[in-house]
T-cell receptor, first 110, second 117 residues
Framework: EDQVTQSPEALRLQEGESSSLNCSYT??????LFWYRQDPGKGPEFLFT???AGEEKEKERLKATLTKKESFLHITAPKPEDSATYLC???????????FGTGTRLKVLA | GAVVSQHPSRVICKSGTSVKIECRSL??????MFWYRQFPKQSLMLMAT?????????EQGVEKDKFLINHASLTLSTLTVTSAHPEDSSFYIC?????????????FGPGTRLTVL
């Protein structure tokens, strides 16, 4: 059964304290792994798509990496404005539907 | 590019009334749109997949007569909550999959907060 698991569930960091969020997946035939950021009361904002193991993508203080079993979202020197819930998702086999992880709620303290 | 809008952003209605939510892809065409529901501090729950020119596909447990979906054009899908009750109060989010590309990327709207009194 296709599954996506994110950890930790919640993370509190001091400003400037780098860390990583994890997204583990099991799916037969990966057609991409997607990272989103969601602020309270808003829809998810697209961050990255990763398609193959070894691929990396960066955007400002964020870098996403992908292996055959998991993806990491590395946050370097975070700022309070990076506080949000980060979601990862993979398409379900044979459909365009996403399987979402439960998300990681990140809080960056000034 | 890849902007999705939703209207209204917030709606308050009385129990028994119907509410229509619009989802538009502003700068791309979307043959497939999705409707989600999100409860506080929970992840998104897919309600239905909306395909342009055909009937929507509903997830198990979602009442199709309660949540009417119409995808009449490549840039517009609507969700109508019929005879709304307080338990229908929630945050509704749509997404659109960009047509013509191999990517499965979904772009999300800003969401609609529905409160039923």
């Amino acid at each position: 059964e296709d599954q996506v698991t994110q950890s930790p569930e919640a993370l509190r960091l001091q400003e400037g304290e780098s860390s990583s969020l994890n997204c583990s997946y099991t799916v037969s035939g990966l057609r991409g792994l997607f990272w989103y950021r969601q602020d309270p009361g808003k829809g998810p904002e697209f961050l990255f798509t990763l398609y193959s193991a070894g691929e990396e993508k960066e955007k400002e203080r964020l870098k996403a990496t992908l292996t055959k079993k998991e993806s990491f979202l590395h946050i370097t020197a975070p700022k309070p404005e990076d506080s949000a819930t980060y979601l990862c998702a993979v398409p379900s086999v044979g459909t365009y539907k996403y399987i979402f992880g439960t998300g990681t709620r990140l809080k960056v303290l000034a | 590019g890849a902007v999705v809008s939703q209207h209204p952003s917030r709606v308050i209605c009385k129990s028994g009334t119907s509410v229509k939510i619009e989802c538009r892809s502003l700068d791309f065409q979307a043959t497939t749109m999705f409707w989600y529901r999100q409860f506080p501090k929970q992840s998104l729950m897919l309600m239905a997949t909306s395909n342009e020119g055909s009937k929507a596909t509903y997830e198990q447990g979602v009442e199709k007569d309660k949540f009417l979906i119409n995808h009449a054009s490549l840039t517009l899908s609507t969700l109508t909550v019929t005879s709304a009750h307080p338990e229908d109060s929630s945050f509704y989010i749509c997404s659109a999959r960009r047509s013509g590309l191999s990517t499965d990327t979904q772009y999300f709207g800003p969401g609609t907060r529905l409160t039923v009194l």
